[in-house]
C-alpha cells in the first residue's frame, strides 16, 4: 500500500457517497435531477458496498503488509488526522440529525414522514462522512506529492 493507493481508494469511496447521498437528499426533497439511476433499490448499496471494500482492502493492507510500510502510512499524523476530522464529522452529524427532528411537522405524523426521515438521516450522515472521506483522502495524496 501507498499513499497514493490509498487516496484512491478512500477518495473513490468519498466521492461515491457524496454522489448518493445528494442524489437521495434531492430527492427527497422535491428537486429532480434531469437522469434517474434505473434501478434505484439495487444502485443505493453501492456506497456501503465500496466503503466495506475499501475497508477491506485496507485493513488487509495493515495486517498483511510491509511493516516498515505501515509504520510510514499508519504514523501519529495519519491517526491525528483521522481522529479530528472524525470529531468534526460527529458533530456535524449531530447537529444535523437535531436539525432534522426539529424540523419535523409532528402534528402531521405517519409512517412515510418517519421513512421520509430515516431516508434524510441516512442520506445526511453519508454526505457528512463521504465529505470526510474525501478531505481524509487530499491529506494522503499531499503526503503522496511531498514524498
Excluded at 30 to 57: A, C, K, Q, R
Excluded at 60 to 89: F, M, P, Q, V
Aim: aromatic share 22%.
Amino acid at each position: 500500500m501507498t499513499y497514493f493507493k490509498r487516496f484512491l481508494i478512500i477518495f473513490v469511496c468519498g466521492i461515491v457517497q457524496i454522489f448518493y447521498a445528494t442524489y437521495l437528499l434531492s430527492n427527497l426533497f422535491g428537486y429532480t435531477i434531469e437522469w434517474h439511476i434505473s434501478n434505484h433499490d439495487l444502485f443505493m448499496f453501492i456506497p456501503g458496498i465500496l466503503v466495506f471494500v475499501g475497508s477491506g482492502i485496507l485493513t488487509a493492507s495493515y495486517y498483511l503488509g510491509d511493516k516498515k510500510n505501515n509504520n510510514i502510512l499508519y504514523d501519529e499524523y495519519t491517526a491525528l488526522r483521522y481522529y479530528k476530522i472524525a470529531a468534526i464529522g460527529y458533530a456535524v452529524n449531530g447537529i444535523g440529525i437535531f436539525i432534522l427532528f426539529s424540523i419535523q411537522d409532528w402534528s402531521n405524523w405517519s409512517f412515510q414522514s418517519a421513512n421520509n426521515m430515516i431516508y434524510q438521516i441516512a442520506a445526511f450522515a453519508w454526505l457528512v462522512f463521504g465529505i470526510l472521506l474525501t478531505i481524509f483522502s487530499i491529506g494522503d495524496y499531499k503526503e503522496f506529492k511531498n514524498g
